[in-house]
């Protein structure tokens, strides 16, 4: 029996505007998401935000604070996760995108407006007060 997976992303803001990846792997390839990924047995979902967005996008980050958790399920994919949504800001901006993101920048909310993002962007987005 598959069990249920724990997700950290996070919001990295950065004078108003938001970091989001280019997925390049099977699960919402082609999407723009915001970064993160899975929390390994024996981390804190605090310390996998900081893991995951230096290996996805090779930023340093001080996060700011827990904004909300959104459980995905999609059984016909075998897919069920609970991810836990951080805002951080950046400590550098020096972003080379890795693992699962071919791209990875900051965007306007106008802009994210007008991408191809999976659902969860816009839902994170408004919890955390920031889409206008």
Known sequence: ????????AVI?????KILLGLRNKENAYGFWVIPGGGV??????HDAAIREIKE???LDIEILKLVCFKE???????????????????????IIPG?????????????IKRLKTVESV????????LWE
């Open 12 to 16: 990295v803001e950065n004078d108003g």
């Open 40 to 45: 390994e047995f024996g981390e804190t979902i």
């Open 72 to 94: 995905v399920i999609n059984l016909p994919e075998k897919y069920h996760t609970v991810v836990f949504f951080h805002l951080a800001k950046p400590k550098n901006m020096n």
């Open 122 to 129: 816009e839902w994170a987005l408004r919890e955390a007060g």
């Open 99 to 111: 693992g699962d993101l071919s791209e990875a920048r900051f965007f306007s909310i106008d802009e």
């Open 56 to 58: 996805e996008t090779n």
């Open 1 to 8: 029996m598959e069990m249920p997976k724990v997700g950290s």
